[in-house]
């Protein structure tokens, strides 16, 4: 609150107001889950002092802030306000392009914050005028100078970077307006663009924004788009080796822990379900970030949180990684739990037990494994060139098994396989005779040659589809 204190200054009533509302908020736990960082909580005090209403996920929560700044500044008594009233959309669309293409350029900006140049921005500009029938290169040049104008000396979104040129100050209004601009066009076309995008960790965030702003609305066919996507996403994924590391419960847990399919339930327990494919991944990277979604999950009500305990249940008493995944979960429930400030319901999850297996399942044979890897690898059909590159990566494959990490010349082996989709197809079926029994072999392909296919660059291909209406 010291940041409300000093924005508004001897406005007490006016800070009262806003403390009073922000303590609700926390009390309430939909909204608590958003006051995590304190740029958004910033973001609620600014809605609330413009008496806005409180979003309980992130899109809605910064799509507000964006509507709160846009209306402030059209009801001023200002020459601007009537280019905000007369050209909103054209001004949001201006912010949406240089979004989607700011987001782009930053895929290989080593995290730096990209930026566009004054012409660079004015040509965007002309684009959007041109694209809605103006003619921004003779008659309507001076609505082209004013939409720039107000992008970036009225809304203030847009900001100077020095020589370097514009750019957007807050990192998650740039991914805000990307993900705007991706979620914009045919349902079809919409679900093209998140799948190209599904495993990129540099889109996730503008990923889970596009979830929302879907959810965000009241389109049944919207929300099953995007549950759709998210169940089916590691399917005809072999580029990738979605059936050997998914991505589907990394994406689920971010949009269950979001909280935008929370009132509908329908949705949100299929989305539940995927995210417990999580309990059942080999040597889990980060458990402790599992038990905090499956936590606060539970805190939202009895329902929620029998499904969640039943998860728990079967997953600890299904096979040995599962039980070894979900046990290391389970003993962070306290701590998450801690941090949550959850209730006592959702603190029980630490007791649930596994349900009694009828007998012990049979010890892993990883030899076996081997063998039915090596008939499938054997009975599939294959070219020479196939063979070629799947022995390579057969050989680099026993060797990350012996040595549990990856080497530079592992990866460019599997990668070079894996960028073929025949040979793709053929190693992800014989991978799948593996996958119980060599649980190191798996973590080390997840963890030590997946990273370098995710974070490969998107962008052009996501140009290419966002041309596409």
């Known amino acids: 609150m010291r940041a409300t204190r000093v924005r508004l200054k001897d406005d007490h009533d006016k800070i009262d107001r806003i403390e009073r509302q922000l303590k609700r908020a926390a009390d309430t736990e939909s909204l608590r889950n958003l006051m995590q960082t304190p740029l958004q909580v910033l973001i609620m005090t600014i809605i609330v002092e413009s008496a806005g209403p409180l979003s309980p996920d992130r899109y809605s929560l910064f799509w507000t802030y964006f509507e709160t700044v846009f209306k402030r500044e059209r009801s001023k008594a200002m020459p601007f306000a009537r280019l905000l009233q007369e050209h909103g959309p054209h001004i949001l669309d201006l912010h949406q392009r240089v979004g989607f293409e700011l987001q782009v350029r930053s895929e290989t900006s080593d995290g730096a914050m990209a930026t566009m140049l004054p012409h660079e921005l004015r040509a965007v500009g002309w684009q959007v005028l041109s694209d809605a029938g103006f003619q921004p290169s003779d008659t309507d040049a001076g609505l082209l100078d004013n939409i720039v104008t107000a992008a970036t000396h009225r809304l203030v979104l847009l900001a100077p970077h020095g020589a370097e040129g514009l750019g957007f100050d807050v990192r998650s209004l740039q991914e805000l307006m990307a993900a705007r601009f991706l979620t914009t066009g045919t349902l079809e076309n919409v679900t093209a663009r998140l799948e190209t995008t599904a495993a990129s960790p540099h889109w996730r965030n503008g990923w889970v924004f596009a979830a929302g702003r879907y959810f965000a609305e009241p389109q049944a066919h919207q929300h099953e788009a995007i549950v759709d996507l998210v169940e089916r996403i590691d399917r005809n994924a072999s580029h990738r080796l979605g059936l050997i590391c998914p991505v589907g419960p990394i994406l689920a847990l971010d949009l269950v822990d979001d909280g935008m399919a929370r009132s509908h339930p329908r949705f949100h327990d299929r989305l539940l379900k995927v995210a417990f494919r999580a309990l059942e991944a080999q040597h889990l990277p980060d458990p402790l970030a599992v038990a905090r979604v499956l936590v606060r999950a539970a805190d939202t009500g009895d329902r929620v949180r029998d499904l969640v305990s039943e998860a728990i249940r079967n997953a600890l008493g299904g096979n040995p990684?599962?039980?070894?995944?979900?046990?290391?979960?389970?003993?962070?429930?306290?701590?998450?739990?801690?941090?949550?400030?959850?209730?006592?319901?959702?603190?029980?999850?630490?007791?649930?037990?596994?349900?009694?297996?009828?007998?012990?399942?049979?010890?892993p044979d990883p030899a076996a494994a081997w063998n039915r890897y090596a008939e499938s690898l054997a009975h599939l059909p294959e070219t020479d060139e196939v063979l070629t590159r799947l022995a390579v990566a057969d050989d680099a494959l026993r060797k990350l098994r012996a040595q549990s990490h990856a080497d530079t010349e592992q990866i460019e082996a599997i990668m070079a396989v894996l960028s073929d989709r025949d040979s793709a197809d053929i190693l992800e079926v014989a991978l799948e005779a593996l996958t119980l029994h060599e649980p190191k072999l798996v973590s080390a392909l997840r963890d030590g040659v997946m990273p370098a296919i995710h974070r490969a660059p998107v962008g052009e291909l996501l140009k290419q589809a966002a041309t596409t209406p």
Do not use: H
Request: hydrophobic content about 35%; charged content about 30%.
């Open 321 to 363: 990684v599962a039980r070894e995944t979900t046990g290391a979960v389970q003993k962070l429930i306290p701590v998450a739990a801690n941090e949550a400030g959850v209730g006592p319901r959702a603190r029980s999850l630490d007791g649930v037990r596994g349900k009694p297996r009828r007998r012990e399942p049979t010890a």
